[in-house]
């Protein structure tokens, strides 16, 4: 919480090593450091974030926010969080990529075994229904657990490029391993799941499943692909703009609720769902894998990347750019 300053106290001369308030107080950091102005920082909501550090001494308070956070502040913590992704170590990245691709083969179990349970339904809706219910839980352990998966990644990384605080060889550099690591999880997963199957019972529904992910023309497969990175990268959004609570499991689920229910295409889950489709069935050609995943790759990265990152950092930060009020007019 905040206590307001007192109004007795007589304003501090202004001083050219901090950034100063119009009525000339220096602004003051809980440390006793001075604000140092930031002439790039020309955002409504920066002006805001002035204003408060103007009228209230700033008290140090542990507690959860529950309350939706500002367009801007989501930003700039999202910008953070893609300049910690951009700069770890590729060992660390692609360790944490291999865990995400064997965690969301768990969603590509339940589709499947969903799949099987529902294949004498008279409705195909029902299927489809059924099929879109438990989906979403290999996502959410994924994203739970920290671990790095592709689609989350086609938002989160680009903010910084975007922002100017990163290269787009960075962003390369993050996407070419997250995705590899990603795809290795995947085979490994699918290849623990068919030699689970004596258990699981899932061989028809990897194999339907399969049918679904290559019968599409390369057009109809991008679409369904852009639409899915659209939802995933959307939710990593929702992610950053809830409370670290039920709210964001819930964000998740949705959004991939909504894939599951569309049939659209996931690259890293669709990847297990194939590998496991062509083991289980014997008679599907190796070259559908490649096609599939390489124009699932690119649609869910033009999904996440134009319709969320672009148009998220472009409304929020370019279309509310003023003349910062700190920084005097020449």
């Not at 070419?176 to 061989?203: E, F, P």
């Not at 319709?307 to 009020?325: G, Y």
Request: hydrophobic residues 45%; contains cysteine; aromatic residues 6%.
């Amino acid at each position: 919480m905040r206590n307001e300053s007192d109004p007795s106290r007589p304003d501090e001369p202004t001083s050219t090593d901090g950034a100063t308030s119009p009525s000339g107080r220096k602004l003051v950091l809980p440390d006793g450091s001075h604000l140092a102005t930031d002439p790039s920082d020309r955002t409504e909501r920066g002006r805001e974030r002035t204003r408060e550090d103007e009228r209230f001494v700033p008290v140090i308070v542990k507690r959860t926010d529950e309350i939706r956070r500002h367009p801007d502040d989501v930003l700039t913590s999202t910008i953070h969080e893609g300049l910690e992704q951009l700069k770890r170590p590729g060992a660390s990245l692609m360790l944490s990529a291999v865990a995400a691709g064997l965690i969301v083969g768990f969603s590509a179990m339940a589709a499947a075994v969903a799949t099987v349970a529902a294949m004498d339904a008279v409705n195909p809706l029902a299927q489809r229904i059924a099929t879109a219910v438990v989906y979403p839980l290999g996502f959410v352990l994924c994203v739970v657990s920290g671990t790095e998966l592709f689609t989350e990644h086609t938002a989160t990384a680009v903010y910084p490029v975007l922002d100017r605080q990163s290269s787009a060889l960075k962003l390369l550099r993050l996407w070419g391993l997250v995705a590899g690591g990603n795809l290795v999880g995947a085979m490994i997963s699918s290849v623990l799941l068919l030699a689970a199957d004596g258990t699981i019972g899932a061989n028809a529904g990897y194999v339907e499943i399969g049918r679904h992910l290559t019968e599409y023309p390369a057009s109809t497969l991008f679409v369904s692909a852009v639409l899915a990175g659209w939802l995933m990268a959307l939710g990593a959004w929702l992610i950053a703009a809830t409370p670290p609570a039920m709210s964001q499991i819930i964000s998740i689920y949705i959004v991939t609720f909504l894939i599951g229910l569309g049939g659209l295409h996931h690259s890293i889950a669709g990847s297990v769902e194939i590998f496991a489709a062509w083991g289980a069935s014997g008679d599907m050609s190796a070259w559908e894998m490649p096609r599939f995943i390489g124009i699932a790759l690119v649609g869910n990265t033009v999904g996440g990347s134009v319709f969320v990152a672009v148009l998220n950092w472009a409304h929020i930060r370019k279309s509310r750019e003023t003349a910062d009020p700190l920084v005097p007019s020449t």
